[in-house]
């Protein structure tokens, strides 16, 4: 058996770079991705992983360091998988992501809007409300770690603080290893969900095992310390069980305060991770869909009501449609703590429809779009039933909004207004970008 090559540190000079922060080198006629080179720069890199059309390094070294790099916050930067632009500012990540965003609707959907808007910024460090941390007993490391996965391998980077997490999250995480180390179950123990609203803070341990009595006493301990309020997941979304507090009589919650909206929600709910720059992508989206009171308004992938119940205190009417029936179910309570009446909110798979639906044909002058990563295909391709005079798409992922902008341009002849970024990871590779589209008008 033929034994596999060694991998050898190389040194190469950076031609260009990909949207999510890696150089690029072109070295024997293949292209080599390394994570954290910038364009001019020589650098020092191994291959981590080989493809059939590049290859995937690491870098070890900057020889000769562009005038862009700049150091770092974070000391696991490089290691850790959660951020991969922390060596740029956030005005050259803003270009980066600008440019992603630009060519996916270009290259994908052959369409450009009329105007390029401003990228919506916000806060760039402590901005995370919501995060997801894996969790593994190391003994060769002599600790628990706690935080994200590494860059190059799916191993969980040793870090000690999260400069993205919101406060005081920021600086538990050593706090959490520690504490989790002293646990029975610390092996059987695989991830920590966080959540910080506006009244409290949330910590949900996913366990495979039951925890001990001992153990329950030191989740109690901790989050009576440090005021948090601490979850067991033994199973699915629905085996939530709070432990610390014994009871609570407010749910966690965020506010709208220009829509005067509070959204209360559950600690395994999806939220915006950016509640500044939330409330930002709301009240713009709420004026580029600009619904007066005559207005039937159509939030497909509502979720919990984020964009619902605002328009509900402009529109006539709004319908959310949502896939999980949790999250209908609470976007009707919201609605109704609110005070909404003019709100309601039904269960469908949305990339499952075929056009038999009622509520396509109800007729609606707004549609609100805020899709997963997948995007919106299966309503686009039926938009022609619902034909509304304004759609604002809300996309996490600018390939699938640049698909789903060229069917509606080109086959559904809407007019792509205005597009643009939405900074809410900074940081990271990842593109949230907003489109608003009109309905041309028809020939007499």
Known sequence: MARKKRREPETATIESATHDGRGIAAISGKKVFVAGALPGETVEFIRRKSRRKYDEAELLQVIDRSDDRIEARCEAFGRCGGCSLQHVDADYQRAIKSQTLKDNLERIGKVKPDTWLEPMT???????????????????????????????????????????????????????????????????LPQIEVAVAENGIALVFRVLDPPSEADREHLVAFGLERDLRIYLQPGGLDSLQLIQPAECDESLHYSLPEFDVRIDFEPIDFVQVNSEINRRMVRFAVEQLDAGPNDRVLDLFCGIGNFSLPLARQAATVLGIEGEKTLVQRAAENARRNGLDNAAFRVADLGKIDGSEAWLKAGWDRVLLDPARSGAAEVVARMAAINPARIVYVSCHPGTLARDAGILVHEHHYRLESAGIIDMFPHTAHVESIAVFTRKPTSP
Not at 146 to 171: N, S
């Open 122 to 188: 916000g806060p760039i460090w402590g901005y995370r409300r919501r995060a997801r941390l894996a969790v593994k007993d190391v003994p060769a490391k002599g600790r628990v770690l706690v935080g994200f996965r590494e860059k190059h391998a799916p191993f969980i980077t040793d870090m000690h603080r999260c400069e993205v997490l919101a406060k005081p999250v920021d600086a538990m995480i050593s706090d959490l290893s520690e504490l989790v180390a002293r646990l029975s179950i610390r092996s059987r």
